[in-house]
């Protein structure tokens, strides 16, 4: 008995339970509603918004707290109030860079404010293109029983020559296409973009952005079950797009409804989403922007390209950061090869990973005006 007590004794003190990090938020705006739970996501935890292991627990003298077992390294993060609809804002309401961290080990605790909230704010800095509209804020949804905001980018030639139809590009995470006050990680600042590219002579398109639908984002975004984030909705979702919300579009506005000038496009999970639209749908959707895709989701993925193969020759874009992790690249090599052993053609596919490159929305951003250009350059209008 005396050995196994000492054995115990130098398991547990083998392991580093002093590399953990305490992070407290000692003030939150006085109007956070008293029910309400604070979570972290971040780097951690695969940036979910709303995760049960990482709710911040209430203490007696107001603050919340959690504890965290923590590898040493950078970690990033933002606090929530369980989605990223509900996720903090700066001092001036406007949207936020990730908080970081360098954890060094040992023990450690670090103090927090929360300054405001995306969803309760009343000094929201906004700046939209006067080219980008809202169609609604409670777009139907059937295929999922529930509704959506929706907001549509005309290019200036829209205007201009009322004859011209025009490709359209739909993307992902709407609310952080085109306006830096709904957005609860950045802006991608398509608006812009899409004025400059137009400035140098690149072709315009209608660009559609369907808001994600905050705790609901992952199962919306994935057409496959997770043993941890249950069933997937995402071939629902995508059914939403070509039944519903496509014929919309083609309907009241001036568009080229063929799949040889329709786009799909996203990140993370909305990357994933995206892949499968693209490969699933190729009657549909002839071009897509694949960035930082969460492979890492479900092995379906690469057996859904196997099992559907090439059949139109679609376009496809593929994109990566170093800086998002070993197995982002390897995940995003795998899935060129994939996509190239099912019969897709190499010079219809273009893959770049760039050094500097991080799972955030400003990585996105700059390299979106390459790969609409790559995408959608040479379409006829």
């Not at 989605?83 to 060094?104: I, L």
């Not at 309907?251 to 080229?256: D, E, V």
Request: glycine share 10%; aromatic share 14%.
């Amino acid at each position: 008995m005396a050995r196994w007590v000492l054995c115990l004794i130098w398991f547990l003190g083998a392991i580093p339970l002093s590399a953990q990090l305490r992070m407290v938020v000692r003030q939150v705006p006085g109007y956070t509603p008293v029910g309400d739970t604070i979570f972290l996501a971040g780097s951690f935890n695969r940036w979910q918004p709303g995760d049960p292991g990482y709710a911040l627990k209430r203490e007696a003298n107001g603050e919340w707290a959690i504890d965290l077992l923590l590898e040493k390294g950078d970690i990033e993060f933002k606090f929530t109030r369980g989605a990223w609809s509900k996720v903090e804002k700066g001092q001036e309401a406007g949207s936020m860079p990730n908080r970081k961290y360098p954890f060094r080990g040992g023990k450690d605790t670090v103090h927090y404010s929360i300054e405001s909230w995306e969803d309760m704010s009343d000094n929201k800095n906004t700046n939209p293109s006067s080219r980008v509209q809202i169609i609604a804020r409670d777009f139907a949804m059937p295929q999922l029983g529930r509704t959506r905001r929706i907001w549509i980018y005309l290019p200036e030639a829209y205007q201009k020559d009322p004859q011209r139809h025009f490709p359209v590009l739909y993307l992902q995470d709407g609310q952080n296409i085109f306006d830096a006050a709904t957005s609860f990680a950045g802006e991608w600042y398509v608006d812009e973009s899409m004025d400059q590219l137009q400035e140098a002579g690149v072709p315009g398109a209608i660009i559609v952005a369907i808001d994600n639908g905050g705790e609901l984002r992952m199962n919306e975004y994935s057409p496959w079950a997770h043993p941890r984030f249950g069933e997937g909705e995402g071939a629902e979702y995508v059914q939403f797009i070509i039944e519903t919300l496509k014929p919309f579009i083609d309907q009241h506005y001036r568009t080229l409804p063929g799949p040889e000038h329709t786009g799909i496009m996203g990140s993370s999970m909305g990357g994933l989403i995206a892949l499968y639209a693209i490969v699933e749908y190729q009657d549909f959707f002839g071009k897509a922007g694949i960035f930082s895709p969460s492979l890492w989701y479900s092995k379906e993925a690469f057996r859904h390209i196997q099992t559907k193969g090439n059949q139109k020759n679609p376009k496809l874009f593929l994109a990566a950061g170093q800086l998002e992790g070993p197995h982002v690249i390897r995940d995003l090599n795998k899935l060129h090869q994939t996509l190239i052993k099912s019969g897709f053609p190499a010079a219809f596919i273009k893959k770049v990973i760039h050094e500097d490159g991080k799972h955030q929305e400003w990585y996105w951003a700059r390299e979106f005006p390459t790969a609409y250009e790559w995408l959608f350059v040479g379409e006829k209008q």
